[in-house]
T-cell receptor, first 113, second 115 residues
């Protein structure tokens, strides 16, 4: 079946602009995660959605970052007033119910000029 | 606090040689353990996982890993490396809290394969 998809694959924006990154999880997966991967670095947890529960936002680096998940499926990560340090690859992953395995999308490479 | 350590940032091996990538974790209970591989410009692909039972687990692409509780380790191995194995490898531990899963990733090991 279809895997996790993310769009756009690449995004170039100017400092101060807002951006929206989209994630389509695997159908039936109840958990959805966002991570940030800066150049040559590991994965930095951003936010976690599990079913209808309140999201775990503990990894969001500032109030410029927000995310929502509509209808328990598609998720959008929004970065307001982008800064150059926001340049990174943003990865989305989803997990099936009651299972800890994560399936990753290909990522969105964000470049802030 | 839970943590994952991958002591080797870079490893270079010759094609056909054996490979071992190290992973040590810190977790109070028996964790769920994973190895992922990331090729350039790609997302992460699951190589193998350990939940319980047999401590030697087999994964895709000829990889295996062994869980050693006494050493808090979950090292990844492959008997003969192929040039296509050049990539970055991430070890991860999953901590469970009230039925939710939280992933903790190591910083990764970048593998270079010499022809």
């Amino acid at each position: 079946g279809a895997g996790v998809s993310q769009s756009p694959s690449n995004k170039v924006t100017e400092k101060g602009k807002d951006v929206e990154l989209r994630c389509d999880p695997i159908s039936g997966h109840t958990a959805l995660y966002w991570y940030r991967q800066s150049l040559g670095q590991g994965l930095e947890f951003l936010i976690y959605f599990q079913g209808n529960s309140a999201p775990d936002k503990s990894g969001l680096p500032s109030d410029r970052f927000s995310a929502e998940r509509t209808g328990g499926s598609v998720s959008t990560l929004t970065i307001q007033r982008t800064q150059q340090e926001d340049s990174a690859v943003y990865l989305c992953a989803s997990s099936p119910p009651s299972a800890p395995e994560q399936f990753f999308g290909p990522g969105t490479r964000l470049t802030v000029l | 606090a839970q943590s994952v350590t991958q002591p080797d940032i870079h490893i270079t091996v010759s094609e056909g040689a054996s490979l071992e990538l190290r992973c040590n974790y810190s977790y109070g209970a028996t964790p769920y353990l994973f190895w992922y591989v990331q090729s350039p410009g790609q997302g992460l692909q699951l190589l193998l996982k350990y939940f319980s039972g047999d401590t030697l687990v087999q994964g895709i692409k000829g990889f295996e890993a062994e869980f050693k509780r006494s050493q808090s380790s979950f090292n990844l191995r492959k008997p003969s490396v192929h040039w296509s194995d050049a990539a970055e490898y991430f070890c991860a531990v999953v901590a469970t809290t009230s039925g939710t899963y939280h992933y903790i990733f190591g910083t990764g090991t970048r593998l270079k394969v010499l022809a």
